[in-house]
């Protein structure tokens, strides 16, 4: 992929990063509230599993 084209297609991503950085700002989760912490986590994973990626939890 030349630079060009991956600029481009980063630039087309640039409102769907947005978005997902709404999202994340407006999840409350401060960090004593363990299972609040995990809703941020448990949002990526989905983001990643929805784009074929995957995820496991490290939580105890």
């Known amino acids: ?3 060009e084209k991956l600029f481009a297609t980063i630039d087309g991503l640039y409102e769907s990063y947005l ?5 994340v700002c407006n999840i409350e989760s401060p960090t004593q509230e363990k299972a609040r912490v995990d809703a941020v986590g ?3 994973s ?7 990626g995957r995820s ?3 939580s105890r």
């Not at 978005?19 to 999202?23: A, H, T, Y």
């Not at 989905?46 to 074929?52: L, N, P, S, W, Y």
């Open 1 to 3: 992929m030349d630079c």
């Open 42 to 44: 448990k949002y990526f």
């Open 46 to 52: 989905d983001i990643a599993e929805k784009h074929g």
């Open 19 to 23: 978005d997902i950085w709404e999202d």
């Open 56 to 58: 496991r939890s490290l």
